[in-house]
Protein backbone atom coordinates (compact mmCIF):
# COMPACT_ATOMS: atom_id res chain seq x y z
CA UNK A 1 0.00 0.00 0.00
CA UNK A 2 1.26 3.22 -0.78
CA UNK A 3 2.18 6.36 1.23
CA UNK A 4 -1.16 8.39 1.91
CA UNK A 5 -3.62 5.33 1.82
CA UNK A 6 -1.15 3.08 4.13
CA UNK A 7 -1.62 4.45 7.56
CA UNK A 8 -4.88 5.62 7.38
CA UNK A 9 -5.66 2.09 6.08
CA UNK A 10 -3.76 0.23 8.28
CA UNK A 11 -5.24 2.30 11.38
CA UNK A 12 -8.96 1.36 10.69
CA UNK A 13 -10.61 0.80 13.77
CA UNK A 14 -13.29 -2.01 14.44
CA UNK A 15 -15.66 -1.07 17.43
CA UNK A 16 -18.10 -3.37 18.83
CA UNK A 17 -20.93 -3.59 21.01
CA UNK A 18 -20.36 -5.09 24.68
CA UNK A 19 -22.34 -7.07 27.45
CA UNK A 20 -24.19 -3.59 28.92
CA UNK A 21 -21.72 -3.61 31.59
CA UNK A 22 -20.75 0.37 30.97
CA UNK A 23 -20.17 1.61 27.37
CA UNK A 24 -22.81 1.06 25.22
CA UNK A 25 -20.93 1.96 21.71
CA UNK A 26 -16.93 0.70 20.81
CA UNK A 27 -17.48 -2.90 22.09
CA UNK A 28 -17.81 -6.31 21.08
CA UNK A 29 -19.86 -9.47 22.88
CA UNK A 30 -21.42 -12.43 22.38
CA UNK A 31 -24.83 -13.42 21.42
CA UNK A 32 -26.64 -15.64 24.23
CA UNK A 33 -30.12 -15.14 23.66
CA UNK A 34 -32.75 -13.00 22.14
CA UNK A 35 -31.71 -9.82 23.24
CA UNK A 36 -29.14 -10.62 25.58
CA UNK A 37 -25.45 -10.55 25.33
CA UNK A 38 -22.98 -12.82 27.28
CA UNK A 39 -19.65 -11.88 29.27
CA UNK A 40 -16.69 -11.71 27.30
CA UNK A 41 -13.94 -13.49 28.62
CA UNK A 42 -10.13 -13.45 28.26
CA UNK A 43 -10.85 -16.83 25.69
CA UNK A 44 -13.37 -14.36 23.59
CA UNK A 45 -9.95 -11.86 23.43
CA UNK A 46 -7.72 -14.41 22.21
CA UNK A 47 -10.21 -16.16 19.74
CA UNK A 48 -10.93 -12.84 18.13
CA UNK A 49 -7.03 -11.81 18.01
CA UNK A 50 -6.60 -15.01 15.99
CA UNK A 51 -8.26 -14.08 12.93
CA UNK A 52 -5.95 -13.36 9.99
CA UNK A 53 -7.47 -10.00 9.26
CA UNK A 54 -7.37 -8.73 12.59
CA UNK A 55 -4.38 -6.54 13.58
CA UNK A 56 -4.94 -6.01 16.99
CA UNK A 57 -7.55 -6.24 20.06
CA UNK A 58 -7.73 -4.05 23.02
CA UNK A 59 -10.10 -4.81 25.91
CA UNK A 60 -12.32 -2.09 27.62
CA UNK A 61 -13.30 -1.77 31.21
CA UNK A 62 -15.50 0.78 31.85
CA UNK A 63 -16.77 2.09 35.46
CA UNK A 64 -19.37 4.07 36.39
CA UNK A 65 -18.46 6.91 38.65
CA UNK A 66 -19.41 9.86 40.27
CA UNK A 67 -17.00 12.69 38.78
CA UNK A 68 -16.34 15.84 41.03
CA UNK A 69 -14.41 18.54 39.14
CA UNK A 70 -11.99 20.48 40.70
CA UNK A 71 -11.42 24.47 41.41
CA UNK A 72 -8.45 25.19 39.03
CA UNK A 73 -6.43 27.89 39.71
CA UNK A 74 -7.74 31.07 39.91
CA UNK A 75 -5.36 32.26 36.93
CA UNK A 76 -7.04 29.99 34.95
CA UNK A 77 -10.10 31.59 35.13
CA UNK A 78 -11.55 34.53 32.96
CA UNK A 79 -14.29 35.46 31.02
CA UNK A 80 -14.93 35.29 27.58
CA UNK A 81 -15.18 38.61 27.19
CA UNK A 82 -11.73 39.29 29.62
CA UNK A 83 -8.39 40.31 28.43
CA UNK A 84 -6.36 37.29 28.18
CA UNK A 85 -3.27 38.54 29.47
CA UNK A 86 0.53 37.86 29.34
CA UNK A 87 0.67 35.40 31.70
CA UNK A 88 1.70 31.68 30.09
CA UNK A 89 -0.71 29.51 32.21
CA UNK A 90 -3.42 29.18 29.55
CA UNK A 91 -7.10 30.47 30.85
CA UNK A 92 -10.37 28.57 31.32
CA UNK A 93 -12.55 31.04 29.10
CA UNK A 94 -16.25 30.58 30.25
CA UNK A 95 -19.41 32.45 28.74
CA UNK A 96 -20.47 33.30 32.31
CA UNK A 97 -16.89 34.12 33.98
CA UNK A 98 -17.39 30.79 36.39
CA UNK A 99 -17.21 27.06 35.49
CA UNK A 100 -19.94 24.72 36.03
CA UNK A 101 -18.26 22.77 38.63
CA UNK A 102 -21.05 20.29 39.94
CA UNK A 103 -20.07 17.01 40.45
CA UNK A 104 -21.81 14.28 37.74
CA UNK A 105 -22.41 10.48 37.29
CA UNK A 106 -21.04 9.40 34.17
CA UNK A 107 -18.75 6.20 32.71
CA UNK A 108 -15.26 6.26 33.08
CA UNK A 109 -13.55 4.21 30.22
CA UNK A 110 -10.63 2.34 30.68
CA UNK A 111 -7.96 1.45 27.94
CA UNK A 112 -5.23 -0.56 27.40
CA UNK A 113 -2.98 2.74 26.20
CA UNK A 114 0.03 0.58 25.99
CA UNK A 115 -0.85 0.50 22.76
CA UNK A 116 -2.35 3.54 22.37
CA UNK A 117 -0.87 4.51 18.86
CA UNK A 118 -3.47 1.39 17.62
CA UNK A 119 -6.64 2.73 18.87
CA UNK A 120 -9.34 5.35 17.10
CA UNK A 121 -7.80 7.86 19.49
CA UNK A 122 -6.71 11.42 18.88
CA UNK A 123 -5.18 13.83 21.12
CA UNK A 124 -6.52 17.38 20.78
CA UNK A 125 -4.32 18.92 23.05
CA UNK A 126 -2.06 17.75 25.57
CA UNK A 127 -1.57 13.94 25.75
CA UNK A 128 -3.16 11.05 26.76
CA UNK A 129 -2.29 9.26 29.75
CA UNK A 130 0.59 7.35 30.67
CA UNK A 131 -0.43 3.39 30.35
CA UNK A 132 -0.68 1.82 33.67
CA UNK A 133 -1.12 5.28 35.54
CA UNK A 134 -3.89 5.45 38.70
CA UNK A 135 -3.35 9.19 38.46
CA UNK A 136 -3.57 10.51 34.84
CA UNK A 137 -7.01 11.16 32.33
CA UNK A 138 -7.81 12.08 29.34
CA UNK A 139 -11.49 13.92 28.74
CA UNK A 140 -13.64 14.61 25.85
CA UNK A 141 -14.97 17.62 24.31
CA UNK A 142 -18.46 16.37 25.71
CA UNK A 143 -16.75 17.59 29.12
CA UNK A 144 -15.37 20.81 28.45
CA UNK A 145 -19.00 21.52 27.22
CA UNK A 146 -20.06 20.51 30.77
CA UNK A 147 -17.89 22.79 32.72
CA UNK A 148 -18.55 25.56 30.00
CA UNK A 149 -15.35 26.01 28.74
CA UNK A 150 -14.71 26.92 25.00
CA UNK A 151 -13.01 24.73 22.78
CA UNK A 152 -10.58 27.18 21.51
CA UNK A 153 -9.02 27.37 25.73
CA UNK A 154 -9.61 23.50 26.06
CA UNK A 155 -5.53 23.75 26.79
CA UNK A 156 -6.78 25.19 29.96
CA UNK A 157 -8.36 21.94 31.35
CA UNK A 158 -4.74 20.29 31.02
CA UNK A 159 -3.04 20.08 34.44
CA UNK A 160 -6.98 20.74 36.81
CA UNK A 161 -8.19 17.59 38.56
CA UNK A 162 -10.84 15.25 39.12
CA UNK A 163 -12.34 13.31 42.03
CA UNK A 164 -13.84 9.81 40.85
CA UNK A 165 -16.05 8.16 43.20
CA UNK A 166 -16.39 4.26 42.19
CA UNK A 167 -19.39 2.86 44.11
CA UNK A 168 -18.99 -0.15 45.51
CA UNK A 169 -20.47 -3.01 44.40
CA UNK A 170 -22.99 -4.88 46.54
CA UNK A 171 -26.51 -6.10 46.62
CA UNK A 172 -27.68 -5.25 50.20
CA UNK A 173 -27.23 -1.86 52.01
CA UNK A 174 -24.55 -1.43 54.21
CA UNK A 175 -21.84 0.47 54.63
CA UNK A 176 -19.89 -0.87 52.12
CA UNK A 177 -22.68 0.22 49.97
CA UNK A 178 -23.01 3.36 50.26
CA UNK A 179 -19.47 4.47 50.36
CA UNK A 180 -17.71 4.91 47.32
CA UNK A 181 -13.97 4.48 46.40
CA UNK A 182 -12.04 8.10 46.08
CA UNK A 183 -9.78 8.16 43.36
CA UNK A 184 -7.99 11.48 42.83
CA UNK A 185 -6.49 11.84 39.44
CA UNK A 186 -5.25 14.91 36.95
CA UNK A 187 -6.20 15.57 33.25
CA UNK A 188 -3.51 15.28 30.99
CA UNK A 189 -5.35 15.88 27.91
CA UNK A 190 -8.14 16.06 26.01
CA UNK A 191 -9.10 13.82 23.09
CA UNK A 192 -11.43 14.15 20.16
CA UNK A 193 -13.84 11.22 20.79
CA UNK A 194 -13.62 8.50 23.65
CA UNK A 195 -14.01 4.52 22.91
CA UNK A 196 -17.57 4.91 24.88
CA UNK A 197 -20.21 7.07 25.83
CA UNK A 198 -18.34 8.30 28.68
CA UNK A 199 -16.50 11.38 29.12
CA UNK A 200 -13.66 10.94 30.93
CA UNK A 201 -11.06 8.35 29.64
CA UNK A 202 -8.61 6.20 31.49
CA UNK A 203 -5.62 3.71 31.39
CA UNK A 204 -7.73 0.06 31.89
CA UNK A 205 -5.74 -0.73 35.49
CA UNK A 206 -7.47 2.34 36.66
CA UNK A 207 -10.62 1.19 36.01
CA UNK A 208 -9.61 -2.23 37.26
CA UNK A 209 -8.60 -1.33 40.32
CA UNK A 210 -11.64 0.62 41.00
CA UNK A 211 -13.81 -2.39 40.07
CA UNK A 212 -11.58 -4.82 42.58
CA UNK A 213 -11.85 -2.46 45.14
CA UNK A 214 -15.06 -1.94 44.75
CA UNK A 215 -15.80 -6.04 45.11
CA UNK A 216 -13.69 -5.52 48.98
CA UNK A 217 -17.02 -5.60 50.63
CA UNK A 218 -18.22 -8.62 52.67
CA UNK A 219 -18.55 -11.76 50.87
CA UNK A 220 -22.30 -12.51 51.10
CA UNK A 221 -22.43 -8.88 49.95
CA UNK A 222 -19.93 -8.76 47.18
CA UNK A 223 -21.61 -9.39 43.60
CA UNK A 224 -19.03 -10.69 41.28
CA UNK A 225 -17.84 -9.22 38.09
CA UNK A 226 -19.98 -10.83 35.26
CA UNK A 227 -17.50 -10.01 32.44
CA UNK A 228 -13.77 -8.71 33.11
CA UNK A 229 -14.24 -7.05 29.89
CA UNK A 230 -17.40 -4.28 29.19
CA UNK A 231 -16.17 -4.69 25.25
CA UNK A 232 -13.18 -5.06 23.27
CA UNK A 233 -11.71 -2.07 20.26
CA UNK A 234 -10.86 -4.84 17.58
CA UNK A 235 -8.19 -3.32 14.72
CA UNK A 236 -8.17 -4.31 10.97
CA UNK A 237 -5.12 -4.67 9.13
CA UNK A 238 -6.83 -2.51 6.65
CA UNK A 239 -9.38 -0.58 5.98
CA UNK A 240 -10.42 -2.78 2.86
CA UNK A 241 -10.66 -5.47 6.18
CA UNK A 242 -13.01 -3.99 8.03
CA UNK A 243 -16.05 -5.98 6.13
CA UNK A 244 -14.59 -9.43 6.24
CA UNK A 245 -13.26 -8.70 9.65
CA UNK A 246 -17.01 -8.24 11.43
CA UNK A 247 -18.55 -11.46 8.70
CA UNK A 248 -15.93 -13.30 10.17
CA UNK A 249 -16.71 -12.03 13.97
CA UNK A 250 -20.71 -12.38 13.39
CA UNK A 251 -20.09 -15.82 12.02
CA UNK A 252 -18.38 -16.97 15.32
CA UNK A 253 -21.69 -15.66 17.49
CA UNK A 254 -20.51 -12.29 18.44
CA UNK A 255 -22.57 -8.82 18.13
CA UNK A 256 -20.51 -6.41 16.00
CA UNK A 257 -21.10 -2.87 14.90
CA UNK A 258 -18.36 -0.96 12.26
CA UNK A 259 -18.53 2.13 10.77
CA UNK A 260 -19.46 1.08 7.52
CA UNK A 261 -20.60 4.14 6.22
CA UNK A 262 -17.21 5.90 7.24
CA UNK A 263 -15.05 3.26 5.61
CA UNK A 264 -16.75 3.11 2.33
CA UNK A 265 -16.57 7.13 2.10
CA UNK A 266 -12.36 7.06 3.17
CA UNK A 267 -12.45 4.09 0.20
CA UNK A 268 -14.00 5.46 -2.30
CA UNK A 269 -11.83 9.09 -1.40
CA UNK A 270 -8.61 6.53 -1.92
CA UNK A 271 -10.03 5.09 -4.97
CA UNK A 272 -10.29 8.79 -6.27
CA UNK A 273 -7.22 9.85 -5.57
CA UNK A 274 -5.60 6.53 -6.98
CA UNK A 275 -7.14 7.28 -9.89
CA UNK A 276 -6.38 11.21 -10.27
CA UNK A 277 -2.59 10.30 -9.66
CA UNK A 278 -2.33 7.47 -12.24
CA UNK A 279 -3.54 9.71 -14.74
CA UNK A 280 -1.03 12.26 -13.70
CA UNK A 281 1.81 9.40 -13.52
CA UNK A 282 0.17 8.19 -17.54
CA UNK A 283 0.37 12.19 -18.79
CA UNK A 284 3.60 12.45 -17.28
CA UNK A 285 5.59 9.16 -18.96
CA UNK A 286 4.06 10.24 -22.33
CA UNK A 287 5.09 13.93 -22.03
CA UNK A 288 8.87 12.07 -21.23
CA UNK A 289 8.67 9.95 -23.82
CA UNK A 290 7.37 12.53 -26.73
CA UNK A 291 10.10 14.85 -25.39
CA UNK A 292 13.14 12.26 -25.77
CA UNK A 293 12.47 11.46 -29.30
CA UNK A 294 11.76 14.85 -30.06
CA UNK A 295 15.15 15.34 -28.60
CA UNK A 296 16.36 11.93 -30.55
CA UNK A 297 14.81 13.39 -33.44
CA UNK A 298 16.58 17.01 -33.42
CA UNK A 299 20.29 14.99 -33.03
CA UNK A 300 19.36 12.79 -36.14
CA UNK A 301 18.99 16.03 -38.42
CA UNK A 302 22.01 17.78 -36.56
CA UNK A 303 24.68 14.70 -36.85
CA UNK A 304 23.76 13.68 -40.29
CA UNK A 305 27.43 14.29 -41.33
CA UNK A 306 28.73 12.13 -38.73
CA UNK A 307 26.35 9.18 -39.20
CA UNK A 308 27.47 10.02 -42.89
CA UNK A 309 30.83 9.34 -42.24
CA UNK A 310 30.33 6.46 -39.84
CA UNK A 311 28.59 4.81 -42.56
CA UNK A 312 31.67 5.64 -44.93
CA UNK A 313 34.09 4.03 -42.58
CA UNK A 314 31.90 0.98 -42.72
CA UNK A 315 29.40 1.32 -39.95
CA UNK A 316 26.47 -0.53 -40.48
CA UNK A 317 22.63 0.60 -40.01
CA UNK A 318 22.79 -2.09 -36.89
CA UNK A 319 25.13 0.02 -35.51
CA UNK A 320 23.68 3.12 -35.89
CA UNK A 321 20.57 2.22 -34.71
CA UNK A 322 22.42 1.03 -31.10
CA UNK A 323 24.23 4.14 -30.98
CA UNK A 324 20.98 6.02 -30.99
CA UNK A 325 18.74 3.47 -28.97
CA UNK A 326 22.26 3.48 -26.57
CA UNK A 327 22.47 7.36 -26.16
CA UNK A 328 18.63 7.40 -25.41
CA UNK A 329 18.79 4.28 -22.75
CA UNK A 330 21.68 6.58 -21.16
CA UNK A 331 19.18 9.54 -20.68
CA UNK A 332 16.33 7.82 -19.33
CA UNK A 333 18.63 6.67 -16.45
CA UNK A 334 20.18 10.03 -16.04
CA UNK A 335 16.44 11.29 -15.79
CA UNK A 336 15.20 8.42 -13.77
CA UNK A 337 17.67 8.67 -11.38
CA UNK A 338 17.38 11.83 -11.01
CA UNK A 339 13.95 11.74 -10.90
CA UNK A 340 13.72 8.74 -8.77
CA UNK A 341 16.03 10.63 -5.92
CA UNK A 342 13.91 14.06 -5.98
CA UNK A 343 10.60 11.86 -5.80
CA UNK A 344 12.08 10.19 -2.62
CA UNK A 345 13.28 13.05 -1.29
CA UNK A 346 10.00 14.69 -1.46
CA UNK A 347 8.15 11.40 -0.34
CA UNK A 348 10.33 11.85 2.64
CA UNK A 349 9.63 15.54 3.72
CA UNK A 350 6.10 14.61 3.55
CA UNK A 351 6.72 11.76 5.75
CA UNK A 352 8.30 13.45 8.50
CA UNK A 353 5.56 16.26 7.56
CA UNK A 354 2.91 13.76 8.29
CA UNK A 355 4.28 11.35 11.28
CA UNK A 356 4.71 14.68 13.14
CA UNK A 357 0.88 15.78 12.59
CA UNK A 358 -0.06 12.11 13.29
CA UNK A 359 1.74 11.57 16.25
CA UNK A 360 0.80 14.81 17.94
CA UNK A 361 -2.65 13.54 17.14
CA UNK A 362 -1.55 10.44 19.33
CA UNK A 363 -1.72 7.75 16.36
CA UNK A 364 0.76 5.68 14.85
CA UNK A 365 3.33 7.34 12.44
CA UNK A 366 3.14 6.36 8.71
CA UNK A 367 6.06 4.22 7.52
CA UNK A 368 8.42 5.11 5.31
CA UNK A 369 11.01 2.47 4.86
CA UNK A 370 13.91 2.77 1.86
CA UNK A 371 12.22 0.26 -0.77
CA UNK A 372 14.71 -0.53 -3.22
CA UNK A 373 12.33 -2.85 -5.31
CA UNK A 374 10.54 0.61 -6.28
CA UNK A 375 13.50 2.66 -6.79
CA UNK A 376 14.86 0.40 -8.45
CA UNK A 377 11.84 -0.09 -11.13
CA UNK A 378 11.61 3.61 -11.28
CA UNK A 379 15.00 4.29 -12.68
CA UNK A 380 14.87 0.56 -14.94
CA UNK A 381 11.29 2.05 -16.15
CA UNK A 382 12.84 5.15 -17.11
CA UNK A 383 15.47 3.48 -19.17
CA UNK A 384 13.14 1.09 -20.84
CA UNK A 385 10.62 4.40 -21.90
CA UNK A 386 13.90 6.11 -23.01
CA UNK A 387 14.91 3.13 -25.58
CA UNK A 388 10.92 2.95 -26.81
CA UNK A 389 11.11 6.98 -27.24
CA UNK A 390 14.32 6.82 -29.09
CA UNK A 391 13.24 3.70 -31.42
CA UNK A 392 11.68 5.80 -34.21
CA UNK A 393 14.70 8.42 -34.19
CA UNK A 394 17.37 5.39 -34.26
CA UNK A 395 15.75 3.40 -37.62
CA UNK A 396 15.46 7.17 -38.81
CA UNK A 397 19.24 7.56 -38.55
CA UNK A 398 19.76 3.74 -39.42
CA UNK A 399 17.88 4.50 -43.05
CA UNK A 400 19.91 7.68 -44.07
CA UNK A 401 22.77 6.48 -46.44
CA UNK A 402 26.29 7.98 -46.79
CA UNK A 403 25.78 10.17 -50.06
CA UNK A 404 22.20 11.73 -48.45
CA UNK A 405 23.67 11.66 -45.25
CA UNK A 406 26.98 14.09 -45.64
CA UNK A 407 25.10 16.12 -48.17
CA UNK A 408 23.94 19.75 -47.11
CA UNK A 409 20.60 18.99 -48.21
Not at 99 to 111: E, S, T
Not at 194 to 202: S, T
Not at 315 to 325: E, I, N, T
Request: charged fraction near 15%; glycine fraction near 12%; aromatic fraction near 4%.
Amino acid sequence: TQLGGAALARRAPRRYQGDGGGSESLHLGRQSGPGALAPLSPADLRSIASLPRVGSVSPVISAEALIVPSEPPADRVASSGGASGSSPVPELTTESGSLRLQPFVDYVAGVDLAHAAELPLSVVTGRLPVAGSLTEVAVTPQYLQRLGVAPTRSRGVVGTHLQLGFPRTSTALSEHAVRPVWIWVEIVGVVADGVGRGEVLAPIQLTLRAEQVGRTGPPQTARPSASPYTGLIVIARTLSDVSVVEAEVEARGYFATAPNDVVASVLRYLRVVQIVFAAIGLIALVVAALGIASSLLGAVRERRREIGILRAVGAKRSDVARLFLVEAAIIGFCGGTIGTAVGWAAARAISTAVNRYVTGQGLAPVGSGFNVVILAAGIGGSSLLAVAAGVLPAMRAALLTPVRAMSDQ
